[in-house]
């Protein structure tokens, strides 16, 4: 089936009366989706939560995503290193980190008059590796993709065939994720991360 699924099909699930935030990184998924909705005529606005997590070439590719579709998008810095329960590395940190990402995005939507945040979750995602899944759930996160059965490759091949500048993007996960768990997290830290990648 996912052979076969197009641009097309990502808002199938939508309603075209609402208007949407989009969880936004730059990366393959999340440029995929926007691309799509904005092609389907869908109002989705991208906000992208810029922290000391990311590196900055996220950013440049966000902003040229953002031009490429047209669409709306928003920068948001926010400070993560305040977030003690992040900070800590607990084996959960991701569920802590997509917690905030996600609930300051909420409050630029509420600002904004958008109800219902989507994200780039694809159907190759698994929740027993990602505790991330919780926050879709407990915050009412709708994911079209992976509700349209779209996996990576199917994602990436259709990306492909919409000339997207991400559609060959390698997954980068973020600084936090190369600091072992139980060692906290601070900014020297991230700088020794960014400097073993060569990006310091």
Known sequence: MSEILTWENVA?????????????????????????????GIDVKAYMVMTAFQAPFELDDARRVAEET??????IRADILSHDEVCANPPDRCYWCK????????????????????????????????????????????????????????VRAASRLMG???????????FATRVPAGNRIDQAALNRVEESLGLG
């Open 12 to 40: 199938s699930s939508l309603n075209p009366r609402l208007r949407y935030g989009l969880a936004f990184s730059g990366g393959c998924d999340s440029s995929f989706l926007l691309a799509a909705l904005v092609r389907a």
């Open 70 to 75: 047209g669409a709306e998008f928003e920068l």
């Open 99 to 154: 917690r905030f990402i996600f609930g300051t995005i909420l409050d630029a939507m509420e600002r904004d008059g958008r109800k219902i945040l989507l994200d780039g979750t694809n159907a190759s995602d698994d929740p027993s590796r990602r505790p991330g899944f919780r926050v879709l759930a407990e915050l009412g996160v709708v994911s079209p993709l992976r509700d349209a059965g779209f996996s990576k490759d199917c």
């Open 164 to 174: 997207l500048s991400t559609a060959d993007k390698p997954n980068f996960s973020c």
